[in-house]
């Protein structure tokens, strides 16, 4: 049977001194700490059989990937179902106690955390993130591929392909800066899922998405 490994790999620290959340806002860069993780995971990965290299359009996503598809001389593709979430907070501090939470005109948001109601669907996130993996699985047949994404998409495909409610505490999540979601597969089925945190570990409830 033929074993081929899709590593989720969540993008490293991003320059937000303002501490908004930036979602999709383009122009968020990866910080100097970002740079220097986004080089580590490249050499982690040095030896592995790599053969496909896929990041979500944003930039720091991209700026993630490209030291690992030059390591291994291949070309950086994009596909646009490895985006952040959507979320109508998008441009805003949402730190419980502060900023956009503690205005009522944002409380009709909140009425449905299990859909969840401020943003995109958990399971049209799920959806489109597990079509790219297949898409990436279809590609490094045999090999290895890498897709880089955001905490939130990845947490969310993870849950979904291990059957779990995709409702969530945030503070939970296992998924650090610059860390590894690896799915195993054996032809097409899904066989494990590890993780692991070339960088270390970071804490879940600053926003780095």
């Known amino acids: 049977m033929t074993r081929t490994v899709v590593h989720l790999l969540r993008h490293g620290e991003v320059h937000n001194p303002t501490g908004i959340l930036y979602g999709r806002i383009p122009g968020f860069r990866l910080s100097e700490r970002g740079v220097k993780q986004a080089l580590t995971v490249a050499e982690s990965l040095a030896e592995n059989d790599i053969v496909h290299v896929v990041a979500s359009p944003l930039e720091r996503a991209q700026q993630t ?13 994009t596909d646009e179902r490895l985006i952040e979430a959507d979320n109508q907070f998008e441009g805003l501090k949402v730190a419980v ?4 939470l503690r205005s009522p005109q ?10 969840p109601s401020w943003g995109e669907p958990y ?30 998409p990845i947490w969310t495909v993870r849950r979904f392909l291990e059957g779990k409610r995709m409702w969530h505490d945030p503070r939970k999540r296992e998924c650090s800066l610059a860390s590894l979601t690896s799915l195993i597969f054996e032809g097409e089925q899904l066989v494990r899922i590890a993780y692991s945190e070339p960088v270390g570990a970071t804490n879940p409830r600053v926003t780095g998405a």
Do not use: T
């Open 123 to 152: 399971i049209e996130i799920a959806h489109r993130m597990f079509g790219a993996v297949q898409k990436a699985r279809a590609e490094a047949e045999g090999h290895e591929a890498v897709c880089v994404s955001h905490q939130l």
């Open 65 to 77: 990937a490209a030291p690992i598809a030059d390591s291994h001389r291949l070309e950086l593709a």
């Open 106 to 115: 944002h409380w009709p948001k909140l009425v449905n955390p299990f859909k």
């Open 97 to 100: 106690g502060d900023g956009a």
